[in-house]
């Protein structure tokens, strides 16, 4: 199905919101995910499907100093 990551078109082949971390080889530390302007909590990741056409928005939190 084709949705969108942060505002980018994707073929994705999973189904859920944990799927699509792991599709996209991302760690879970750090990370915040919000479906169509939703945030998504960790624990639900599993069970929260994805649509086509969703729009995903994954953030990133950036150690530095």
């Not at 078109?9 to 919000?34: M, P, S």
């Not at 169509?36 to 969703?54: F, G, H, K, N, Y």
């Given at each position: 199905?084709?949705?969108?990551?942060?505002?980018?078109?994707?073929?994705?082949h999973?189904?859920?919101?944990?799927?699509?971390?792991?599709?996209?080889?991302?760690?879970?530390?750090?990370?915040?995910?919000?479906?169509?302007?939703?945030?998504?909590?960790?624990?639900?990741?599993?069970?929260?499907?994805?649509?086509?056409?969703?729009?995903?928005?994954?953030?990133?939190?950036?150690?530095?100093?």
């Amino acid at each position: 199905m084709n949705i969108f990551i942060n505002d980018s078109a994707y073929e994705f082949h999973g189904v859920n919101v944990q799927d699509l971390i792991e599709d996209l080889q991302k760690e879970g530390q750090g990370i915040a995910v919000a479906i169509d302007q939703t945030v998504i909590a960790r624990s639900a990741w599993q069970s929260t499907l994805l649509m086509p056409e969703s729009r995903v928005f994954i953030f990133e939190s950036i150690a530095g100093g």
